[in-house]
């Protein structure tokens, strides 16, 4: 363990000596620096639990048995309406810059063709993959999406389940949601095993980032058959992973909480603050991540637009998650929303991209800051009744300011009692979301930094 962690350390030291230092906040390592610059993505959880539309945990949540899903619901699954090229388009008009895809879920069924003999159904006469295991024999779908991601300038990037419910070696724990080890011997050959497939997909698809999951059976000490991930096994697949390449970013739940990875990932929440590192939020269009077709409570471009503002201002990316049907189509709510966060992004997404946290420790009622060197972007939710727009002062010579979507109709403002006062229009620009820009000298800071 001493030596594994001697080697991370020297990679992380490696990292922040040649990075750059694009937020006074912390270093960002230069492999990284795209992804922080990106902060706008799209997840997909897609696997033969889409076929039965109940969810990406249908195989816990409806008490399967390993043989009765394999044959019932993963033989069936056949996603003959999979259009690669659709997606990635939609993912560049809602203004994605990054695309994340489940490639292995907890159900333990693999999108792509393994082999890695361990990875079986039940009767060991298949391999539990998309291609050997259902009639969907002829087409790659991560492939096909790779390359329809490069075509649009999207980054490619997949998750993996470190559990597996429908794995040999492992069985499902209904009280804790994990899955507990049949063996300590089935433990390291499973580990094995799981480093071949991930070989696999770094190998033959050389995705941006690895998105873990399915850690929770983590611990700080000795493994135990119900708790068999510990941090040294999570040292030890990350070391072994920026061996395979050393450009890859790799997320926290590698295994969480003890520091590892590149970025933390909080799920389904907003940190109150900018974190200690960089960091991602994944969020869902309604309450499922994979398809679940009773689920129409779906999040309208607003919110998310919002959401995503705030999630930047607090210096994190915001990962939103689509799940299209079991044939490979995207529904009609999921389409809507992208296009109409794209409408929003086409105008506006320069206060996005490359941008950072607010230089200020407090946030406005009206909205949110985001800034880049030489900007400041006020993102201006509830339009002022009275027509100004009250900022703090900035250490920064002030050059401009200026509508976004309207550059060229520069604004009034003075400076007097600590504040910069903005004359707006009587109407605000979007009914979203406005962006006023605040153009100085410098990267902008607040008085007094």
């Not at 994979?290 to 607090?314: C, F, H, M, Q, W």
């Not at 880049?372 to 002030?398: C, D, R």
């Amino acid at each position: 363990m001493k030596k594994n962690i001697t080697f991370l350390s020297l990679i992380f030291i490696t990292l922040l000596v040649s990075a750059q230092n694009l937020s006074a906040q912390y270093t960002i390592p230069s492999k990284m620096g795209w992804w922080y610059g990106a902060r706008f993505g799209m997840f997909i959880h897609f696997g033969s639990y889409s076929y039965l539309g109940h969810g990406e945990w249908a195989f816990f949540s409806d008490n399967w048995s390993k043989a009765d899903y394999q044959t019932r619901i993963s033989a069936k699954f056949n996603p003959t309406g999979f259009d690669a090229g659709a997606i990635a388009r939609l993912a560049k008009t809602a203004g994605m810059k990054y695309l994340v895809i489940t490639a292995k879920h907890h159900e333990g069924f693999c999108m792509w063709q393994t082999a890695v003999e361990s990875f079986r159904d039940t009767t060991g006469t298949k391999l539990y993959d998309l291609p050997d295991f259902t009639a969907f024999k002829d087409r790659d779908i991560l492939l096909e999406l790779k390359d329809s991601c490069e075509a649009q300038g999207i980054k490619f990037c997949l998750y993996y389940s470190i559990l597996d419910w429908n794995h040999p070696s492992q069985q499902v724990n209904r009280s804790t949601y994990y899955s507990d080890m049949t063996s300590f011997y089935e433990k390291e050959a499973y580990i094995n095993d799981m480093k071949s497939q991930l070989r696999e997909l770094i190998t033959k698809y050389h995705p941006a980032v690895m998105w873990f999951d399915g850690d929770w059976t983590k611990n700080s000490g000795a493994a135990t058959l119900s708790s068999w991930w510990t941090m040294p096994d999570g040292i030890d697949l990350y070391n072994y992973l920026i061996g395979l390449d050393s450009n890859l970013i790799i997320n926290e739940r590698v295994c969480r909480s003890f520091g590892i990875g590149d970025f933390e990932c909080p799920e389904q929440e907003v940190p109150d603050a900018p974190l200690s590192r960089q960091w991602e939020t994944c969020r869902t269009m309604n309450d499922s991540w994979g398809y679940n077709a009773g689920d129409s409570a779906y999040k309208t471009p607003s919110t998310l637009i919002r959401e995503l503002v705030k999630v930047v201002s607090r210096d994190g990316n915001y990962l939103l998650n689509i799940g299209p049907r079991g044939d490979g189509t995207v529904t009609d709510q999921t389409i809507s929303i992208l296009n109409g966060m794209g409408d929003w992004m086409n105008v506006y997404g320069e206060s996005i991209y490359g941008t950072n946290r607010s230089p200020f420790s407090w946030e406005p009622q009206w909205g949110f800051y985001t800034r880049k060197p030489g900007k400041l972007y006020a993102h201006v939710f509830s339009w002022p009744a009275n027509g100004v727009l009250k900022i703090p002062t900035l250490a920064n010579t002030l050059n401009k300011i200026y509508l976004l979507n309207d550059p060229t109709i520069l604004l009034n403002y003075t400076v007097h009692e600590g504040y910069i006062w903005i004359s707006l229009p009587v109407t605000a620009p979007d009914s979203i979301n406005s962006v006023v820009v605040v153009d100085v000298s410098g990267n902008p800071a607040a008085y007094g930094n």
